[in-house]
């Protein structure tokens, strides 16, 4: 971005405004639609501004880790698809696909959102396989909370045949159940514009910006994931301002993701 | 291939006398080496042992940008690249670059770009390589130190040195600097990296589950940390700047006979 542009920025962040009439704790309009891949066992797209993720759910069988013979499978996936923006070239995920994916990974994993144990199919043999595959298709800036929100979102609304286990073989039945869900994770980034901490950064704020904190929490107020990015620096203080930032954001998006789910 | 492994037994990671399966007490660093300018070929090269970790770091450049369009007008780049050996872990780890070494890759880069004063050397890169030879939890700590110290031996101009250490909960308790085991079986892990110089943190990263509470007393600890292995960092350096005049006043001496 042209220098003017970013002292621009800056400058009005100093008087406490951002270009989109934000204030700098406040969130772009966020509109968030389950079911809406219906070959997927559950889907969300979210609107973050202009940021359009979209974010599919499939449960396949599959085997488990040699070292958790008792639990099912998550794996998730960003793709930073070529016509989500100027910048994203076609080919495998790049480090910033992988730290995406990574990054909401942790959120889902560490918060044990969803009950692993209960996918067991046969011990050692056969399990339930989540993907969550992240797929960005409109990068206007913060592609991790609106990520990790919308994959939360379609975990939330995603809809399994209910099972029978004999001799060791899956039969399904006709009946959907819910994903085994137990927490809801949430995710909120804030991003170091000179001296300021901005949350939900828009691309042109991420362009400026220093540094990134990503904190993602649970419903117990509980840090289960963070992750700073940017080749800047945070100073201790901005640290811990941060996430007391973050925790007091989550509760507010996490009824919306609720609420969307129910939908 | 497809061995159902009996989940190991977990093995108590601190005894009645609250020290750890290392013998280390809960606020206890594992015995750290540094060693500068061990390697030849690269412009700047250290080696770190912490604990059972053995890790190589190397540095070339600031040198020509190949290929040409990376080169940046203002500024080096700086790349970096985090690899571990096959043979660093417990079982044998595919050399092909893992999901988990990319993102290392990218945040050790994003922990050491801060310190670099890359506007001294536009057009070029300055290839950062962290080889871990071998794995006990922390590597990408220890990496980030040693690569510290491989850019300084470099000559490279920079802000300051970065350390970093990682700090975690092992059986509800707050512990420092986690070895392979107790991360596995622990109920947290947060690394972080600090340039002590302006108090700083360049790097953080975490996952697990920690009150807030928690986190500022694994926080606190590790910053306090970081500033306690930059003391040694900076030993390091002396030393080696310090032996490198003893040789060169020796070889003066010896000249200086000779020609007598």
């Known amino acids: 971005m042209a220098r003017i542009g970013q002292k621009t920025i800056e400058d009005m962040l100093a008087l406490g405004k951002r270009m989109d009439n934000r204030g700098p704790h406040e969130f772009r309009e966020m509109k968030l639609e389950t079911g809406v891949v219906e070959r997927a066992c559950g889907s969300a797209l979210i609107n973050l501004g202009k940021t359009k993720v979209l974010v599919g759910v499939k449960v396949q069988q599959g085997e488990p880790f040699p070292d958790t013979p008792d639990e099912g499978v998550l794996t998730v996936n960003a793709e930073l698809v070529p016509l989500a923006s100027p910048s994203f070239e076609p080919g495998p995920p790049n480090e910033n696909a992988i730290e995406l994916a990574r990054v909401v990974d942790r959120g889902i994993r560490e918060s044990k959102a969803i009950d692993l144990k209960s996918l067991c199919i046969q011990l050692g043999k056969k399990t339930f396989v989540v993907f969550v595959d992240v797929y960005v298709l409109d990068h206007d800036g913060n592609l991790i909370d609106a990520s990790s929100i919308a994959s939360l979102a379609a975990l939330l609304s995603a809809k399994i045949n209910k099972y029978d286990v004999e001799d060791g073989e899956v039969v399904f039945k006709q009946e959907l159940k819910p994903l085994p869900i137990q927490s809801q994770p949430i995710a909120i980034t804030l991003a170091k514009i000179d001296k300021a901490l901005v949350v939900d950064p828009s691309l042109d704020e991420e362009q400026v910006m220093s540094a990134r904190l990503t904190v993602i929490s649970d419903n117990h107020g509980r840090i289960c994931a963070m992750q700073k990015g940017g080749s800047g620096t945070l100073a201790v203080e901005e640290v811990r301002e941060g996430i007391k930032l973050a925790l007091s954001k989550a509760p507010e998006i996490r009824s919306k993701v609720i609420e969307a789910a129910k939908a | ?260």
């Open chain 2, 1 to 260: 291939m497809n061995k159902v492994k009996s989940r190991e037994k977990p093995v108590e990671l601190i005894d009645k006398n609250g020290l750890r399966i290392d013998g280390r007490k809960l606020d206890e660093l594992r015995p750290i080496k540094m060693e500068i300018g061990l390697l030849d070929k690269a412009d700047g090269s250290a080696y770190i042992e912490q604990g059972k970790n053995k890790i190589l770091a190397a540095v070339y450049g600031p040198r020509e940008a190949h290929p040409k369009h990376i080169a940046l007008p203002h500024r080096a780049v700086l790349r970096c690249r985090y690899h571990m050996a096959p043979f660093s872990v417990t079982e044998r780890k595919s050399p092909a670059p893992s999901r988990r070494e990319q993102e290392l890759s990218k945040v050790i880069r994003e922990a050491l770009e801060p310190a670099v004063l890359s506007e001294y050397y536009p057009r070029t890169t300055i290839d950062l390589f962290i080889e871990v030879l071998q794995s006990d939890g922390g590597s990408r700590c220890a990496g980030i130190t040693g690569a510290s110290l491989a850019l300084a031996d470099a000559g490279i101009p920079m802000r300051g040195l970065v350390a970093a250490c990682a700090v975690g909960k092992i059986a509800g308790k707050i512990a420092l600097d986690l070895s392979d085991a107790e991360d596995k079986q622990g109920e947290a892990d947060l690394p972080v990296a600090v340039m002590p110089r302006s108090n700083t943190v360049t790097l953080i990263q975490m996952d697990g589950s920690l009150t807030p509470e928690e986190f500022e007393t694994a926080f606190e600890m590790a910053v306090r940390t970081c500033h306690a292995i930059h003391e040694q960092q900076k030993t390091t350096l002396k030393q080696r700047y310090l032996s490198i005049k003893e040789e060169v006043e020796e070889k003066n001496e010896q000249g200086k006979s000779e020609g007598q």
